[in-house]
């Protein structure tokens, strides 16, 4: 399975214990045993690093270089390309919503509620973190 998370999972993840920390966590331990193809683009790093250094979570370098070793670890992908439905409603967020279809994600797990909306993205399920993990740990 080939798992993308979108930006807020991943800063949810570095900065609190809670459900994405668990998520990313168990997917990491999987992705690690080849078990699980966890995915980025260079434009969620690009705005992991932006939010985490200078957005309000004031985080510090060693926190950024944490983050920086997941994302090495992990499959790059590139940005999105292809050309932007319509009706979509963030253009800033398709450049990485486009790289998740393009890479063949099964899944794209986001908290973002507009995307959450959508339900799919050209035939790619849209997952908040809870109904990702319960997917993923085979509760639901």
């Not at 979570?57 to 670890?73: I, K, M």
């Not at 509620?113 to 509760?139: C, F, I, M, N």
Request: with cysteine.
């Amino acid at each position: 399975m080939r798992v993308f998370f979108d930006t807020n999972v991943w800063l949810a993840s570095f900065i609190a214990h809670g459900l994405c920390a668990d998520l990313v966590n168990t997917m990491m331990t999987a992705h690690d045993a080849g078990r699980m193809d966890v995915m980025v683009c260079p434009a969620v790093i690009a705005e992991t690093k932006r939010r985490l250094l200078l957005g309000k979570l004031h985080a510090d370098d060693a926190q950024w270089r944490a983050a920086e070793t997941v994302f090495f670890h992990i499959t790059n992908v590139a940005d999105g390309g292809a050309r932007m439905p319509p009706d979509f409603p963030d253009p800033d967020d398709w450049p990485i919503v486009a790289a998740a279809v393009e890479a063949r994600a099964d899944l794209f797990v986001t908290g973002d509620k507009a995307l959450l909306a959508l339900g799919t993205v050209e035939d790619l399920p849209v997952l908040d973190p809870r109904a990702a993990y319960l997917r993923l740990r085979g509760l639901a």
